[in-house]
Nanobody, 113 residues
């Protein structure tokens, strides 16, 4: 059974940073394409970033240069480092395993002064 558990969200001021974690069980993050998505209130879920098993990485244009996706194979965890956060980054952030179409429960990120 695949389980993805996100953590690390919270309230941060504009320009601040947060690091989200996605702890996986039932799969190996090193062997799968893992992604981060987000959903703002009243909006559809949108792609943020992914990292493939071969460490190919892609970002949404809106977060390029500010967000960094990475993984720790030993911890079986995927991370999303978010810097220079903006109000428009406010959303629930979800972790995804592409192959199994698994989703975590999400973690809330709120950027506000």
């Amino acid at each position: 059974q695949v389980q993805l558990v996100e953590s690390g969200g919270g309230l941060v001021q504009p320009g601040g940073s947060l690091r989200l974690s996605c702890a996986a069980s039932g799969i190996s993050v090193s062997s799968n394409t893992m992604g981060w998505y987000r959903q703002a209130p009243g909006e559809q879920r949108e792609f943020v970033a992914f990292i493939s098993s071969g460490r190919n990485i892609n970002y949404a244009d809106s977060v390029k240069g500010r967000f960094t996706i990475s993984r720790d194979n030993a911890e079986n965890t995927v991370y999303l480092q978010m810097n220079n956060l903006k109000a428009e980054d406010t959303a629930v952030y979800y972790c995804n395993c592409l192959r199994t179409a698994s989703w975590g429960q999400g973690t809330q990120v709120t950027v506000s002064s």
